[in-house]
């Protein structure tokens, strides 16, 4: 890029303090100060004129965003590893190119799965909430607070990518069997190393775990993937951790299930229509049936200044003429 003019690059998020510094630094960065998501008519203004559009997950890029770019839009580099809210075949259609951040959230994401898979059973929200405020606590007692042992169990990961794989690491060390499912069986020297038992068939899987995680992407194909049917499938032993996309589990049979006794219990970092929330989900937290978070699997300040400098990799490496290293195909 060097000697050339800087592309205008359009942000619709504040970001970290360091990545907006990086960004002005390289590009003509057009930076949103407020620390709200970009309205519609924004949007639109962005999209017609800038070189390069920096959306996050809280932005709809859809085919009708894309239809009214202007000429210069030449790359979405998403701030995020997830792309469902962005419709990468009418971007490729329109002769512009997607990037993500894929990687760098990994780690951390699979952190914060881990801290739900012990949270949940464990009643840790629960406890967490005793001695601040009310001061419930008459002291130690061999009956109180009796969650469910994790160690020992069968945890069932539907999805074994990079964040699924990453989470049965941490799963074994605390003594969990790893099980999975995915659209492909994973290496075989994965599944030695992680000791992991491939279900070809995801009902059959779910019916005989002890507590599941949902670690694939969202796609027009895995919507509801975790439908009614097959939640009913699920042990009234059984807990579920989503840290992916709300979509992916049907909320309101979830949600039935629960209250029904059904199921256990649920840890939930995502929700069909983020930041809505069906208040039904918060009747089960407030009786300790779920830990809620709100979106933050991903949210550490490494992690997102790794996704910065990825999203500018990807940026100025399109700008040198060459294929971007996340570029997402559709
Ligand atoms: C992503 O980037 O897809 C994450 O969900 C954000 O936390």
Redesign the pocket.
């Known amino acids: 890029m060097a000697g050339k003019k800087k592309p205008l690059v359009v942000i619709t998020r504040k970001l970290p303090d360091p990545v907006e510094t990086r960004m002005r630094e390289l590009f003509d960065a057009r930076l949103n100060v407020e620390d709200r998501p970009m309205t519609q008519p924004e949007l639109v203004a962005a999209v017609r004129e800038a070189d390069v559009l920096v959306p996050t ?1 809280t932005d709809t890029i859809d085919a009708a965003l894309i239809a009214q770019a202007g000429e210069n839009l030449k790359l979405i580099a998403s701030f ?3 792309v469902d809210k962005i419709d990468v075949g009418a971007a490729a259609k329109k002769g512009i190119t997607v990037t993500n ?1 894929p990687n760098v ?1 990994t780690e951390d994401t699979a952190d914060m799965t881990m801290a739900l898979i012990l949270a949940v059973p464990r009643r840790l929200a629960e406890g967490a909430n005793v001695l601040p405020g009310e001061r419930k606590w008459a002291g130690w007692s061999p009956t109180w607070m009796l969650g469910r042992r994790i160690w020992g169990k069968r945890l069932g990961i539907v999805g074994m990518g990079r964040i699924g794989t990453a989470v049965a690491r941490r799963a074994k060390a605390f003594g969990l069997s790893i099980h999975y499912h995915n659209r492909h069986r994973v290496l075989q020297s994965l599944e030695d190393e992680l000791e992991a038992t491939y279900w070809e068939s995801l009902d059959q899987m779910l019916a005989r775990m002890d507590i599941i995680s949902v670690n694939c992407p969202s796609t027009p194909a895995t919507f509801h993937l975790l439908s009614g049917r097959r939640l009913a499938l699920l042990q009234p032993t059984a807990y579920i951790v989503n840290t992916a996309r709300g979509d992916l589990i049907d909320e309101d049979a979830l949600t039935k299930l629960i209250q029904e006794g059904k199921i256990a219990g649920a840890g939930l970092d995502v929700y069909e229509n983020e930041p809505a929330l069906n208040q039904r989900l918060l009747k089960l937290a407030a009786k300790g049936k779920m830990v809620l978070l709100p ?1 933050m ?3 550490t300040l490494e992690g997102r200044i790794d ?1 910065g400098e990825k999203v500018i990799i990807n940026i100025r490496t399109f700008f040198d003429g060459h294929r971007p290293p996340d570029r997402v195909l559709p």
């Open positions: 997950i995020s590893n997830g951040t959230l979106h699997g991903s949210a996704m």
